[in-house]
């Protein structure tokens, strides 16, 4: 699974559900660090050594660096579950990060640290010091985005 590279693949899990005109993450889908899978999981990979991003948790850090990263995309009215199947993976949150995409919750699920998943993956790239070229490519708010967090870029 490791595909020769500095640092484990990142597993993203992306629920079934998820509207595909919407989804930041499938874009990343031909990426040779990108593992994309589609929730509900048939059969999970082993996640020793991974970390999953998290709106709680300790915050993601440099000392992080060596771990594999598991991203659940999804609405957060899918979280709940999705982070209930994956919780005996460690979480880390990524705290100060300002999302740029225009979020319209009528459930008014989404936590106030909460990012795009493609944002989520950038952050967390540049915080570990992966490279993060391509990431946004095809993210329709990359500029904004980049503006609103320039503090940390």
């Given at each position: 699974?490791h595909m020769?590279?500095?640092?484990?693949?990142?597993?993203?899990?992306?629920?079934?559900?998820?509207?595909?005109?919407?989804?930041s993450?499938?874009?990343?889908?031909?990426?040779?660090?990108?593992v994309?899978?589609?929730?509900?999981?048939?059969?999970?990979?082993?996640?020793?050594?991974?970390?999953?991003?998290?709106?709680?948790?300790?915050?993601?850090?440099?000392d992080?660096?060596?771990?594999?990263l598991l991203l659940?995309?999804?609405?957060?009215?899918?979280?709940?579950?999705?982070?209930?199947d994956f919780s005996d993976?460690?979480?880390?949150?990524?705290?100060?990060?300002?999302?740029?995409y225009?979020?319209?919750s009528r459930?008014?699920?989404?936590?106030?640290?909460?990012?795009?998943?493609?944002?989520a993956?950038?952050a967390?790239?540049?915080?570990?010091?992966?490279?993060?070229?391509?990431?946004?490519?095809?993210?329709?708010?990359s500029?904004?985005?980049?503006?609103?967090?320039?503090?940390?870029v």
């Amino acid at each position: 699974m490791h595909m020769n590279l500095a640092f484990p693949p990142t597993v993203i899990v992306r629920h079934t559900h998820e509207n595909p005109r919407k989804c930041s993450i499938l874009p990343l889908r031909n990426r040779s660090d990108v593992v994309l899978l589609n929730y509900p999981l048939k059969d999970r990979p082993s996640l020793a050594g991974y970390l999953r991003l998290a709106a709680e948790g300790p915050e993601l850090s440099a000392d992080d660096a060596e771990s594999g990263l598991l991203l659940l995309d999804g609405s957060w009215r899918w979280a709940g579950k999705m982070t209930r199947d994956f919780s005996d993976v460690p979480s880390r949150s990524l705290r100060g990060w300002c999302t740029a995409y225009p979020r319209a919750s009528r459930l008014g699920t989404d936590p106030a640290n909460g990012l795009a998943s493609v944002e989520a993956l950038f952050a967390a790239y540049h915080i570990l010091g992966r490279p993060t070229e391509g990431l946004l490519d095809h993210y329709r708010w990359s500029k904004q985005f980049l503006l609103a967090n320039s503090m940390k870029v």
